[in-house]
């Protein structure tokens, strides 16, 4: 399959810029995790991707190719927002025919089972139906497309615990039986940490971080021990507490306010999972 590569993107709103020169490549057949804070960009940017808003600055290809205003490209993406407008008169098997007609063979075979699993009365009106069943209607969606690049914008609104596991288990049935390449923007970090491959983080409106999630993970740790060993190691760092019990202290930091430094034996160095590495690196100074 094809990259898509996506070259110095930039994007204002009233003269506000919302993203700043942003550049990365999405590799075929994998599943990539997009994090970042409220408001940083993350769905700006999926839009963008998706030819869905112009952009001021780069370009966004596929293979040598933009895609642009090219329909036989951008067949190849599909986006799942749950803010895309539908009158919500529609039944939910009406919405399975509008993508079918869009972007051709829908597995509707596989919709049907789907809804069966999230509980979906396929005849109900979309109005008709919860937050969270809206969301896993567009889930539904976003599974039995016939795209190459599937980007997931909080894929999880609304859904409960159960849910949630529903949609996890299917992106990896899915994926598997048919390899694809999948973007997620979400919150929820750690529930999805072990099906990722890659991440990307965005925050003042650049990429922060792109690479493996085992790159990721070496970016911060935690330090645990007694205060008058730890604190003076991360004096006039960046850092956030995780734990303050009078005489011991753990605090998690990024990996390189480290450098240089020697770690006294009673001092602990543990690995941090991927939601609290990302609250370290996003942290404000």
């Given at each position: ?231 003076p190691l991360v004096r006039n760092k960046k850092y956030s507490i995780q734990y303050d019990l009078g005489k011991e ?37």
């Amino acid at each position: 399959m094809e990259n898509l590569s996506i070259k110095h993107l930039s994007k204002s709103y009233k003269g506000k810029k919302v993203i700043d020169d942003v550049s990365f490549n999405l590799s075929g057949n994998k599943i990539y995790g997009l994090f970042g804070r409220n408001g940083v960009g993350k769905s700006t940017l999926l839009n963008c991707v998706c030819d869905r808003l112009l952009i001021d600055k780069g370009n966004i290809c596929l293979g040598k190719d933009e895609i642009h205003n090219n329909d036989k490209l951008l067949h190849n993406l599909y986006l799942m927002n749950t803010d895309i407008s539908y009158s919500g008169r529609e039944k939910v098997t009406d919405l399975y025919r509008y993508v079918d007609i869009s972007y051709k063979k829908f597995n509707y075979e596989y919709a049907h089972l789907l809804a069966k699993k999230f509980g979906i009365d396929e005849k109900q009106k979309l109005k008709n139906l919860s937050t969270g069943l809206r969301t896993a209607t567009e889930i539904i969606l976003a599974f039995c497309v016939n795209a190459k690049f599937i980007l997931l914008d909080e894929p999880t609104l609304g859904l409960d615990a159960s849910l949630r596991n529903v949609f996890y288990q299917e992106l990896i049935k899915t994926y598997t039986k048919q390899p694809r390449t999948f973007v997620i923007a979400t919150h929820q970090i750690n529930e999805i940490q072990n099906l990722i491959e890659n991440v990307m983080i965005m925050k003042d409106r650049k990429l922060l971080f792109d690479g493996s999630v085992r790159e990721l993970q070496e970016k911060a740790i935690q330090l645990c021990g007694p205060k008058e060993l730890v604190l003076p190691l991360v004096r006039n760092k960046k850092y956030s507490i995780q734990y303050d019990l009078g005489k011991e202290v753990a605090i998690n930091i990024e990996t390189s306010e480290l450098e240089g430094k020697d770690i006294p034996n009673n001092v602990k160095v543990k690995p941090l999972d991927l939601q609290s590495v990302f609250t370290v690196l996003t942290m404000e100074e």
